[in-house]
T-cell receptor, first 113, second 115 residues
Framework: DAKTTQPTSMDCAEGRAANLPCNHSTISGNEYVYWYRQIHSQGPQYIIHGLKNNETNEMASLIITEDRKSSTLILPHATLRDTAVYYCIVRPYIYNQGGKLIFGQGTELSVKP | NAGVTQTPKFQVLKTGQSMTLQCAQDMNHNSMYWYRQDPGMGLRLIYYSASEGTTDKGEVPNGYNVSRLNKREFSLRLESAAPSQTSVYFC??????????????FGDGTRLSIL
C-alpha cells in the first residue's frame, strides 16, 4: 500500500486559501488519492478524491501532480470551522470490497482570526 | 438524514466485562467498517465487512469479534475488555460493488473507557 507524508501542522489566516500538501511517491496506477478531515471529537468527514485529474467540489479543490507523486488540497477561503486534522490517504483497491482506508497522522490545520 | 448511527456514545467498563457496540447505516451501502482511534493517532481498521455475510480482519483485530447482522447493521464485540482497548470506536460504511472508489461515511463514534 502506498504511504503518504504530510506536515504535522499548519496555520492559515481566516479568509485566505489553505494549501495542504501530501507526498505519495509510491502510489500505484490504480490508486486514488482521498482527503478526509476530522474536527475534534467527531467522525472523519470525506472531502474529495481524485485519480490523476484535478478535482473541485463545494468544499475544496484537489491538485495532483502529473507524475501523481504528490497532491495539494486547497480550501479556497478558510474559516474557523475548517480547523481540523486533515488526512491524505491513498486508497488501496480490493475488488468488490470498497477499499480499506489506512490513516496516517494527518496535518493539524489551525485557522486563525 | 441519519447516515451512520452508533450506540452507545459513551461507555465505561471494568476489565473483563463484555460489551457489544452497535452500528447501523441507512444508505443501503454494501461495505461496513470498524475503526479505533487512540489519543493523538489516526484511525486503525479493526474489522470490515465487504458485503452482507462476509467479514475480514483489519490491522488490529485481536480482542474483538464482529457480526454483520444484515445489510444495515454491523456490530463489534469485546468479549473480555482490557484497558488497552480504551479508545474511540468509529463505524463507517461505503458503497462497494462495482463502485470501488466511493468514499466512506463515518458515525460520530463510541467513547469507551475500560478501568
Amino acid at each position: 500500500d502506498a504511504k503518504t507524508t504530510q506536515p504535522t501542522s499548519m496555520d492559515c489566516a481566516e479568509g485566505r486559501a489553505a494549501n495542504l500538501p501530501c507526498n505519495h511517491s509510491t502510489i500505484s496506477g490504480n490508486e486514488y488519492v482521498y482527503w478526509y478531515r476530522q474536527i475534534h471529537s467527531q467522525g472523519p468527514q470525506y472531502i474529495i478524491h481524485g485519480l490523476k485529474n484535478n478535482e473541485t467540489n463545494e468544499m475544496a479543490s484537489l491538485i495532483i501532480t502529473e507524475d501523481r507523486k504528490s497532491s495539494t488540497l486547497i480550501l479556497p477561503h478558510a474559516t474557523l470551522r475548517d480547523t481540523a486534522v486533515y488526512y491524505c490517504i491513498v486508497r488501496p483497491y480490493i475488488y468488490n470490497q470498497g477499499g480499506k482506508l489506512i490513516f496516517g497522522q494527518g496535518t493539524e490545520l489551525s485557522v486563525k482570526p | 438524514n441519519a447516515g451512520v448511527t452508533q450506540t452507545p456514545k459513551f461507555q465505561v467498563l471494568k476489565t473483563g466485562q463484555s460489551m457489544t457496540l452497535q452500528c447501523a447505516q441507512d444508505m443501503n451501502h454494501n461495505s461496513m467498517y470498524w475503526y479505533r482511534q487512540d489519543p493523538g493517532m489516526g484511525l486503525r481498521l479493526i474489522y470490515y465487512s465487504a458485503s452482507e455475510g462476509t467479514t475480514d480482519k483489519g490491522e488490529v483485530p485481536n480482542g474483538y469479534n464482529v457480526s454483520r447482522l444484515n445489510k444495515r447493521e454491523f456490530s463489534l464485540r469485546l468479549e473480555s475488555a482490557a484497558p488497552s482497548q480504551t479508545s474511540v470506536y468509529f463505524c463507517a460504511s461505503s458503497e462497494a460493488r462495482g463502485q470501488w472508489n466511493q468514499p466512506q461515511h463515518f458515525g460520530d463514534g463510541t467513547r469507551l473507557s475500560i478501568l
